[in-house]
């Protein structure tokens, strides 16, 4: 029976539509020449340069307590709430569904907005914290949904055996529940991770004076700055990403 | 009795930690943008006292139905070109062998956890006037060498296509992964061509993902803001362009918010249906084929 090459074709086609840019960026970051049009050898020239510039320093630092704090709150919420939704079936449990699941499709602009208004409405001052707290918002319900992902090939008979056995809750929740999703509660930490270092649009809202993050660093850099110093930077975030996934990966795979 | 008051209480445990949070920092919020609609604006970018309809009146200016019927439009084709790239690409990912597919699944989820700015950037090198893109299709007779291939709608669909396609790309995959595909050489073994045997037993058969995907990629899409912003120009705003304009420019908030609340509301209602359907997937009646 003949099968069809167009499959194959649009994936081929896909996938080059996919990297054309990213590798244009890479090699242009190497680029002795300002503009992208012309190869004028290769050069360290724009890395240099990158490495002076303070503010990126500045926001590197922002984006990475950001980072870290929300994932950390993140996961725990995040944890807690697909715990629940597994467990119980009850309609609580189905609104509570609606609410973690709807901040995926939102688009970023409105929680943006939406946050920006609720911070200048109640009065708190915008900064780093509210950047957190609008970061931990969007987190949970990643981290909640790689999670329940989890939990659906998950044994709870293995649970009520340590109970039978005389393991109180404590003890089954360290020694059992937590070892046992633990590749699922990293990938979604992970996942939450990049969340938080990637996004611009809900922080760029939510953002007060002194609180640059390096995506709004970024943005005013494609705006105002100098290409080739971006293509420099990008570069280096491509290679810190593409190691982030490997790793993901690794701990992806190792399903018990 | 007193074990299902324990597991109440655990159910409360674990329940009210992301549901309060979500309830403040996400539900209250969006309720905000409505009321703030009706407050009157200050001078200094906050809000005034007392309540007023005139953010209401002036969000009557006739340059919105031209901005809106944009921006439906534009999500809507995104929506149409990252499917139909989406459905072959996950037909085939399916159908590969298990190390190829682990490859090529590995290639389409890298894009999506790196930087979305960076990649909009990257683009927007590739289309400029000097750049590689551009100088190719010249060299090729393929556009006029004064056309513009940056700052219009154009663009702004190319770049949308771009950043949403593997959004579409792994729930159609996810589908595909666990459709039958017996059943298509049933079909073709009972006289069917081809592509009826992919319309009528594929595509049915993977319709759960082609709606998730579909949802993921039309609602995000309505509220496009960066892009249009970097590679869009004067005659290829969108709705979002609108709302931060009103936000970071003019500094009225009362007018964003207005623009916000519309665009909530119109992103409620595919969400609703999505979620309606996501109810009724549970039922074990279903099988794969029922409507085929």
């Known amino acids: 029976m003949k099968k069809s090459r167009l499959p194959f074709y649009t994936t081929l086609l896909v996938l080059a539509f996919f990297y054309l840019p990213i590798a244009v960026l890479i090699l242009n970051s190497f680029n002795a020449s300002r503009f992208s049009s012309a190869w004028e050898g290769f050069s360290l020239v724009w890395y240099r340069k990158l490495v002076t510039q303070r503010e990126i320093l500045h926001a590197l630092t922002n984006t990475l307590v950001i980072a870290f704090t929300a994932t950390a709150a993140s996961v725990v919420l995040g944890?807690?709430?697909?715990?629940?939704?597994?467990?119980?079936?009850?309609?609580?449990?189905?609104?509570?569904?609606?609410?973690?699941?709807?901040?995926?499709?939102?688009?970023?602009?409105?929680?943006?907005?939406?946050?920006?208004?609720?911070?200048?409405?109640?009065?708190?001052?915008?900064?780093?914290?509210?950047?957190?707290?609008?970061?931990?918002?969007?987190?949970?319900?990643?981290?909640?949904?790689?999670?329940?992902?989890?939990?659906?090939?998950?044994?709870?008979?293995?649970?009520?055996?340590?109970?039978?056995?005389?393991?109180?809750?404590?003890?089954?929740?360290?020694?059992?529940?937590?070892?046992?999703?633990?590749?699922?509660?990293?990938?979604?930490?992970?996942?939450?991770?990049?969340?938080?270092?990637?996004?611009?649009?809900?922080?760029?809202?939510?953002?007060?004076?002194?609180?640059?993050?390096?995506?709004?660093?970024?943005?005013?850099?494609?705006?105002?700055?100098?290409?080739?110093?971006?293509?420099?930077?990008?570069?280096?975030?491509?290679?810190?990403?593409?190691?982030?996934?490997?790793?993901?990966?690794?701990?992806?795979k190792e399903k018990p | 009795m007193k074990v299902e008051q324990r597991s109440r209480l655990t159910e409360w445990l674990v329940t009210a930690p992301s549901f309060a949070w979500l309830a403040v920092l996400f539900v209250a919020p969006t309720l905000i943008v409505f009321a703030i609609t009706f407050k009157p604006p200050d001078p200094y970018g906050g809000l005034g006292p007392g309540w007023t309809l005139g953010t209401l009146r002036s969000l009557a200016d006739p340059n919105y139905p031209a901005i809106i019927w944009r921006t439906l439009w534009l999500s809507v084709l995104n929506t149409a070109f990252c499917i139909l790239l989406s459905v072959p690409t996950g037909y085939h990912i399916a159908r590969a062998p298990l190390r190829v597919r682990q490859m090529i699944l590995l290639l389409v989820i890298v894009p999506f956890w790196t930087s979305f700015l960076i990649r909009i950037f990257a683009w927007k090198i590739l289309l400029h006037p000097d750049g590689l893109l551009k100088q190719a299709l010249v060299h090729l007779h393929l556009v006029q060498p004064n056309a513009l291939l940056l700052y219009n709608a154009r663009a702004v669909l190319?770049?949308?296509?771009?950043?949403?396609?593997?959004?579409?790309?792994?729930?159609?995959?996810?589908?595909?992964?666990?459709?039958?595909?017996?059943?298509?050489?049933?079909?073709?073994?009972?006289?069917?061509?081809?592509?009826r045997a992919f319309f009528s037993v594929f595509i049915p058969g993977i319709r759960r993902g082609l709606m998730t995907a579909i949802l993921v990629v039309f609602i995000p899409s309505l509220g496009s803001y960066v892009i249009p912003d970097i590679v869009g120009g004067p005659s290829s705003q969108m709705i979002g362009n609108k709302i931060a304009q009103r936000t970071f420019v003019d500094r009225n908030l009362p007018h964003a918010s207005g623009l916000s609340a519309f665009l909530t509301l119109a992103v409620l209602v595919p969400l609703a249906g999505a979620l309606f359907l996501q109810g009724k997937r549970a039922k074990p009646t279903d099988i794969v084929l029922e409507d085929a």
């Open chain 2, 158 to 195: 190319l770049v949308m296509v771009y950043t949403y396609l593997p959004f579409a790309i792994l729930p159609i995959y996810a589908a595909a992964e666990k459709f039958d595909f017996t059943l298509i050489e049933a079909a073709r073994d009972l006289g069917a061509h081809q592509l």
């Open chain 1, 79 to 252: 944890t807690t709430a697909a715990f629940a939704l597994h467990r119980f079936g009850t309609r609580l449990q189905r609104l509570h569904y609606v609410l973690i699941y709807t901040p995926l499709v939102v688009p970023e602009i409105l929680m943006g907005m939406s946050l920006l208004l609720f911070f200048v409405a109640i009065g708190v001052k915008l900064g780093l914290f509210t950047i957190f707290l609008a970061h931990v918002t969007f987190c949970i319900s990643y981290v909640a949904m790689v999670v329940l992902a989890r939990l659906q090939d998950f044994d709870f008979s293995i649970v009520e055996a340590a109970q039978d056995l005389g393991a109180g809750w404590w003890v089954t929740l360290w020694r059992v529940l937590l070892p046992l999703l633990a590749p699922g509660i990293a990938a979604g930490a992970l996942l939450a991770f990049t969340l938080s270092i990637d996004d611009f649009v809900i922080s760029f809202f939510v953002a007060g004076p002194g609180s640059t993050t390096l995506p709004i660093r970024i943005y005013s850099m494609i705006k105002h700055g100098s290409p080739p110093l971006i293509n420099a930077l990008s570069t280096i975030l491509l290679v810190l990403t593409f190691a982030l996934v490997w790793v993901s990966q690794r701990l992806v």
